[in-house]
Each structure stands twice: as C-alpha cells, then as structure tokens.
C-alpha cells in the first residue's frame, strides 16, 4: 500500500523513522559553529519532492545516524556511525528506469528501494541515484562491503557506480531539479516551473529493509571476504619476501644514502605526493596511480610497501615477486622522479647530500661520479621468470607416470570464478535439467528464460551475468506454436529489436535424435547429430541450449539407469564441456507429485537423470495448501506456478520459491475475419504479504479494540491454543474481521506486534474467571512512532 511519511512513522518498517544528518549543498558545514547537523528520517526522504536549488547548493544527507558537528567529516563517522542505508550513484550510461528498476529487483527482492533522476538528468542523460535502507543499522565495515557488492553487482550489469560513495561522509544529494543545466543551459524546469525529466520509483516505506546476512549480496559479501582473506596471505608472503631478500642482499657503497632516505621519508608522504588515493576503510591501504582497477592494492607494512596489483608489476615499480611486487621509500623515489634508473636516483640523493651537509673525508671516488655498486635489484628481470628454476636438459623429455599437484599450491585469488550465466540457476559447461507437470508453463518458462537471456535484464529473481544467445529444441510444439507464445512473452517482458538475432529456433525439432541404440540393441550409441549440433553451437557462438522434452532426444528407455547415464553423457560431455555452452533438459515428473516442489524424487525415469545433471529444478502449479497459506482463491491457484531448486551442486543458496502468474496476452496475429489469437505468458508474481492490505486507519481501529478488551471484560490473547480462537478471544480472530487476512496472515500479524510490543501481554484479573489471567494490551505508549 501507499503511505505518506507520518503513517510510515507510526506502522512501518523500523527503518522509516531512523534519523539521518541532513545539510544545504557541499559547502555546509558545522565544524567552526559546533552545532549539530539537522536530521530527517528515511521515511521523509521516500516520500519528499525534489527541490529548486542550484546542483551545487542542493539539500544532501548521510547515510548515517551519527550527526554532531563533526558528522561531515570521514574518520568522525567511520569511528562513530551506525550506518542504515545503501546508496547508488550513476553518472553515465544513459540507462532507462526500468532497467534499474529491474536489476534492483534482482539484487534487492522485495526490500524497500528509492530510485530517482539526479540534478542534472535529462534527455539523452539520465541520471539516477538509489537508496536502499537496511533492516539493522550496521558499523562502517560492514556497510562498507555492502556498498562495494552493491557496487559490484550493477557493474557486472554494464551500470557504471560512482564509487565515491564508499566514503564515509560522502554527501548523497537529495531530489533536486535546478532550473537548468549549469554548463549547457539546457531548460530542466518548464515555465511554469514543473520538472522537465525528473522520474522517480519507490516500493513505498511497506517495505522490509534490506537484510545484507541474506540473499544476493549476503554471497557477494562473502566473495569480498574470501578475496580481502587471501589478498592478506599474499601480502604477508610478500612481506616475508622482501625481509628475506634484504637480509641477504651484500652492502653497497651507497646503502647510508638510500638508508638515510628511507628515514627521511615516509611512505604515506611519498604515496600522496605521487598521486595514491588513500582507501576510506584502511589509512595503510592505496591505491597506485597506475592501478586500471578499483581496488587498494598497495599496503604499508612498517618500513616496506607491498603491492598486489598487476599494473604495478608491469611497471616495474619496486622489486617484483611471484604474487606482485614490493619496496621502501627509495624505491619509489627511484621510479617516479627518475623512472626506474637506480644511478640516476643516487647520483642525485649524494650531490644533495654532499651540497646540504660536507663531509670531512673525501667521497670513495671524485666527486663527479660517486661510484655507483650496482644492488642485486630485480629490475632486469621479467616477473614471469622471478622464481622459475632451469631444468636440466637430460630431464626435459621425462614425463611423470602421474600428473598431479600439491593441493595448496596455489594462489586463491587466481581460481577462475564459475561461469555462471544466471547465478544458482544456468553455469556454463554444464546439464542442467527442469522437470514439470503437464501444463504447468514448462515451455513458458523457458521461452521467457530465452528472451531475458537475450536482453541481459532481470526477469523476477532471475539476473543474467550478461546477454546471452540461446538455441532451443522444442520437439512438442511446432513454431508457430512457439512464435505465439513468443509474442505473448516479449509483449509481458517489454522487449524489442535487441531481441533479433538472440533466440534460434529449430523447425523441425522432431529429428534431434543424439543418442540411438546399436544395431544389436543392447548399447546406446552417439548419432550423426551431435557433430551437427556441436558446429552450430561454435558458429554461432550459442550460450545456452534448451531442449524440450530430454526424453524425445534418445531412443532408449527413461527408466533404465545405465541407459539414461550414456544418454546424459552425451549431452555433458559430447556438447556441454566441448561447446562450453549451458545445456537446459526440460523434463516431466510423475504423476500426482502434488506438493513435490523442490524434491528431485518427482522427476520422472531413471536416478541417473538426476545425477548427471548439475543443477536440476522444478516448476509446480500452486498447491491447495499454498492457496491458503498465502491467500489466493482455490479457484484461482491454477494461475500460479513455483520454480525451486531440487538439486544444485555449485551452489548452497536457500531453496526459496520464485512465483509466476500465468497471464493471458492477446497477439497481434489477427484480422477482421479470424480474432487474434489468446497466448499465455508468465509474469513473475510476489505472493501477497501479511501487512500489505494494512491501512494505518485500520490498524488503529484494531490496536484500540486490544487495549479496550471484549465487551465481557476479558481480554484478546495472542495464541490460538486452549479454546481461545474458536471463543474468538485469539486476537488472530479480530485481525481476520478488522482486515480480511487468511488466518495464516493474522497469525503473522499478531506475530510480529507481540515481537515488536506493540501489543504486550500482562497480567489482569478476568471478571468472567474470577481470577488472575494474562491477555493483550495495546497502550498508545507502546505504539510504533510514540514517546514512551
């Protein structure tokens, strides 16, 4: 439902009401007059129009509840904030709103979102900023690496982020629409002073906040986690490194020079001269001017640099090593005021030295040239040959009888990530296999996969990597069966001419035979068109194969184990590892699997069917049981039909359901004698939550019933147990009447008010008992929004 700020405050989620500092443009700032910044709530900043101010003077906030005067200030709010909110910022790229829309979808779920048109946004330019509150404020660390895989995740979607906002006290600006363009001139406003280009989209403050333990950027957090871990390995190894070398490096005649400069210069100071930027989460952490990635590559460990990045390698900046490259003061000195030229750099530290303090005793050599000895450096050597070892020639023809590694020989950072084309559901290389009822949408499902596949967008949870071409095989329906529910499908899922050249269809479909028994029937053998089938897939650099059925692709018996496995061995190793595309069996189940959604028990034949497979799923209509639990019509429920995992080797996400609607779309195949024809397509669908149907007037009505009690002096309980619920003292019984929820939704209601307090249970003495019994109460001091 809609709600303004003030409902938000009383009924809605905890993170409406946080309160955040809130200033007047870039320049505004408390720190001379040492009041405290003025704050606004989240809820006020879903709901509030954007300004009139000049870009630069605009209102802004900080995602933070810290706000005393030194709240603008990064290492204030990194010692002290408690952080609510992710926040987003695209300058480039010119993406619509649906497209952001969508991929928020993807990352978020149903978590609140605000998305809106920044300052300067106008045709051809649009520009959004997004504000994702957060379900339980966190410390800067945290929400530091929630930003970064927020940041991530649109990235690895083609939307360029303003990664400044990883700061802890970077301003976020607010809605605002100056009146024109401040560079081109360009009219933002319209005479009458009404925004020009400004759009905006929300889920309104109903919204649970975004919980960052869960879900997508729950992983990705875990992914930063994983890399910062084995960055450290690194860099200690580095470190070691660099003291061993140097405990073994022979004595110079120009070491007190380069000694007496690495104590006359820090590192950090050197490090800001040269143009590092200095990471907002570690003081020692930088990043080199070098760098082509985002990262804080170069740390300061004591009296030594360390540096994992590759440009810095390719520099030859420092000494390097097998994972990156290292150095001290001098040594970067050396590279960039002499690039690279180790006697350039001395020769010019010993006349400096000699012209600020003489020496008494003459210099080793005349004075024009200091006698440069040349140090062990690493500078002629190419990092590939740092640590590689000749061998012998007599031993260059043996092969070992086993080929085989040390397991922990490597370098984590290296492991190439998995190929996934959508995350926990299609990866690259692999059978995959979804098995459904008869007209449950299965053909639906995977024409719609095709064509979100091809656009690279978000459809419902499902986020492709990137755009992909599909091939599909569908032996039941001819094509213009196909190309029906096709038109239907790209009219639900708004897509256009970049679908062209994306989606090929086999005609006569009936033909792909690739397994067949041998002459003497006993032996499953590879057909003719598996080669076919994999020179097409090369030349057209195909993605992702679906096949629709599996069963109709070998002539065998689905129920035979041995049958089923060199079947399935044909379509993983034959076509999946050789083409490296991802191929999608759709399959059946039995009959009457009923409420076998998940279970990869109900796919119909053979177990090997399961087992070869890497990622197996099915799609179910809604059962009666789920009807009622969410609070759908029993009449309706066969619109409504849930994909879930039933099996995922390379992936440990929770098996939630992803619901669809079946929706009917009429094409444009028709004309006056013969009526276009009416195709089904699926749309994703959010089951109804239990607070979604909550005005805030009827919320009040019911609170104030609980606090006034029954009119029989006893009061509402907050359990169905011991009569109370068929006496109609649950207090369930009153959510039903008051709001028409199902009693699974009321149960959540009641649920969550006792959690929250809204609704205390106390002690009372029952005129009808005569006797001390605990019951409801609902005081207005308890209630979201009030003092207490």
Known sequence: MATDSNTALQFGPAWCSRQVPTFSGMHDTHIEDGDDYSTITLADIFTMPPGDHAKGAGPAFIPSSYFDFDARKHASQRAKGS?????????????????????????SGKSACLIYSSAHARAGDMRWRIILPLET????????????????????????????????????????????????????????????????ATTGCNAPGLDITTGPIAVAIADIFRKRAADERDRE????????????????????????????????????????????????????PKQTSDSYATRIMGDTWVSLSASDVGARLGAVCKAGCFGDAYDLFVHYEH??????????????????????????????????????????????????????????EEKPELDAVDAFDFNEADIPTRPWVIPGVILSGYTHMLAAPGGSGKSLFTLQIAIALARGLPWGAFVPRRKCRTLIINVEDDIDEQRRRLSAARTVMQGGDELRGMIDLVPDAATIVVAGRSPDGRTIRTMPIVETLVEYIQRREIDVL????????????????????????????????????????????????????????????????????????????????????????????????????????QSLKTNTARWFEKVSVTIGNGDKENPSDE????????????????????????????????????????????????????????????????????????????????????????????????????????????PK
């Not at 952080?83 to 990352?107: N, P, Q, T, Y």
Request: net charge negative.
């Open 83 to 107: 952080f609510v909110a992710l926040c987003g910022d695209i300058d480039s790229g010119d993406h619509s709103l649906e497209r952001i829309k969508g991929l928020m979808r993807g990352f």
């Open 137 to 200: 404020p966190v410390s800067f660390d945290d929400w530091h690496d929630a930003q970064h895989a927020f940041f991530d995740f649109m990235e690895e979607h083609g939307v360029e982020m303003d990664r400044a906002l990883d700061r802890a006290g970077q301003p976020v600006y607010l809605p605002n629409v100056p009146a024109a363009h401040a560079k081109s001139g360009t009219r933002l406003r319209d005479e009458d002073g009404k925004p020009l280009y400004y759009d905006r």
């Open 237 to 288: 190894r580095i470190r070691a490194e660099a003291m061993e070398r140097r405990a073994n490096k022979p004595q110079t005649e120009g070491g007190p020079v380069m000694e007496e400069f690495n104590k006359s210069n820090s590192i950090a100071t050197l490090f800001e001269m040269y143009g590092y930027e200095q990471s907002p989460r570690n003081p020692d952490d930088w990043r080199s």
């Open 339 to 396: 690039g690279g030229d180790h006697k350039s750099a001395f020769r010019a530290l010993y006349a400096e030295r000699r012209t600020s303090a003489p020496v008494s005793a003459p210099p080793p050599v005349d004075a024009d040239d200091p006698g440069w000895t040349e140090p062990p450096h690493d500078d002629d050597t190419q990092p590939e040959d740092v640590f590689m070892a000749s061998v012998p020639d007599e031993l260059a």
């Open 546 to 649: 679906i096949v629709d059925p599996f069963a109709e692709t070998f002539e065998g018996d689905e129920n035979d184990n041995s049958e089923v496995k060199w079947a399935m061995k044909i379509w993983r190793d034959e076509i999946a590892r050789r083409t490296g595309c991802a191929v999608y069996l759709v399959h059946h189940t039995v009959k009457h699997a009923g409420g076998g959604a998940g279970d990869a028990n109900v796919i119909r034949g053979a177990g090997a069917i399961v087992n070869s497979t890497r990622i197996s799923a099915t799609l179910m209509p809604m059962t009666s049981e789920d009807a009622e639990m969410i609070g759908v019509d029993q009449a309706e429920r066969h619109l409504y039909v849930r994909y879930d995992d039933a099996k995922a080797n």
């Open 679 to 786: 195709v089904g397509a699926l749309v994703p669908w959010i089951p109804p939550d239990a607070f979604d149907n909550l005005t805030g007037n009827t919320i009040k009505i019911i609170l104030d019933k609980v606090e006034a009690g029954l009119p029989s002096g006893e009061r509402y309980t907050g359990s169905g147990r011991g009569g109370s619920k068929e006496s109609g003292r649950w207090v369930g019984c009153l959510i039903m009447a008051e709001a028409g929820l199902t009693e699974p939704h009321a149960k959540k209601v009641a649920g969550t008010w006792i959690a929250n307090g809204v609704m205390v249970e106390e002690e009372y003495h029952c005129p009808v008992a005569r006797r001390k019994k605990k019951g409801l109460f609902a005081p207005e001091k308890a209630r979201p929004g009030e």
